[in-house]
């Protein structure tokens, strides 16, 4: 399982060498061919940021070649704020004192036919972590729901079992997201103070498990803002260098939320900057020609009409971060604050104006140019 790999890296040790990276390191990852994970800690070290235009005309390059001049497009669905989880940067956490909400079946086909009339055919469906209430029996019951009014069905929600993920995946379940949140073990306990996800080993474990039941697609990712970002995306690199070589029929994506203002929520421990963002993300494209990148309406107009040429390949639109949030309950409360709130049609002419097509289904083909 990726814990032994996991266990073989000290994360005071890695976050040295990518500070010691040298201009010299960066020149020549950036020339070799093959690229590896210490030539990916060079171009996320300090020592990259003089490279960055450079680092930027590459990973246009790179994501024109292998995706094309295209943007997929999805949207979150939100089924349920209830959490049995305290987690100290989220607006669902168990501590918060909020009207707890979860969609049923007419509910959820009400929020769906808003979507669909949006044009989405891809839904990523999120819960809070609340086994009794959103468990595998709930999930299942949804994704039936769904299943025959959009092209693919996605989860974001508590880690389950293998077998659970089997069941799932033989309803039409496509992908799974499953964030670390952050890779530092022995800090990871302060911002997870009670509930299942304080198991830190049994998060780890879940791509292995997902990798198991033979899902189409896993995505990854780190909270950004709680741990040093450049650490936390070289273990993410490290997890998805042993997920391609252990399970190779499954595709990868990884997301970069940035921690976003909601009820009760820390400060940032780290922030990162639009530059350094902009230049993650070349990182990884560079790196990992194959995987597909997702920006969020976390981010902001500006930075998401930009992004879209140096190597985002899927964003959301038009984004509700409240179960009913489209149709039901307008007013009630988000799992955290987004900065895109412009509607899917003005981000679909955002796409369009920079020259891409906005994608709604994975087998829809447009020339390559």
Sequence with gaps: MFREEFDKHNWDEVLSGIYAKTAADVERALNKNKKDLEDFKAMISPAAAPYLEQMAQMSHRI?????????????????????QNICTYCGFSYDNKLR????????????????????????????????KTVGVDYLRDAIRLLR??????????????????????????????????????????????????????????????????????????????LEDWRADNFFTALHVNYLEKHFWQTRYSISFPRLRPATGLIEPKVVISDKEL??????????????????????????????????????????KTNPGGYTVEAESLEQFEIDDSRSVT??????????????????EQFTMV
């Design 63 to 83: 994501t024109r070649k292998r995706f094309g001049n295209t943007v997929q497009l999805y949207a979150p669905l939100y089924l349920s704020n209830e959490c």
């Design 278 to 319: 902009v230049q993650l993300i070349c990182a990884w494209r560079i790196f990992n020609e194959e995987i597909e990148l997702s920006i969020s309406t976390r981010e902001n107009e500006v930075f998401r009409d930009h992004i879209i040429k140096l190597g985002a390949t899927t964003m959301s639109a038009g984004s």
């Design 148 to 225: 025959p009014h959009f092209a693919n069905i996605s989860i974001e929600v508590q880690p389950l079992d293998e077998d659970e993920y089997k069941v799932l995946v033989a309803e039409g379940l496509y992908a799974v997201l499953v964030y670390q949140e952050t890779y530092h073990k022995e800090n990871y306990k302060q911002y997870h103070p009670k509930g299942k996800k304080s198991n830190f080993d049994y998060r780890l474990d879940t791509p292995d498990r997902l990798g198991n039941a033979a899902i189409h697609k896993i995505g990854l990712g780190v909270l950004i803002g």
């Design 346 to 363: 003005e981000v679909k002419q955002m796409i369009e104006k920079n020259g891409y097509k906005p994608v709604w289904k994975d087998w």
């Design 100 to 131: 707890r909400k979860t969609l049923s079946g007419v509910e959820i086909l009400q929020e769906a036919e808003y979507l669909k009339k949006q044009g989405f055919e891809h839904v990523l469906l999120v819960t809070g972590e609340a086994a």
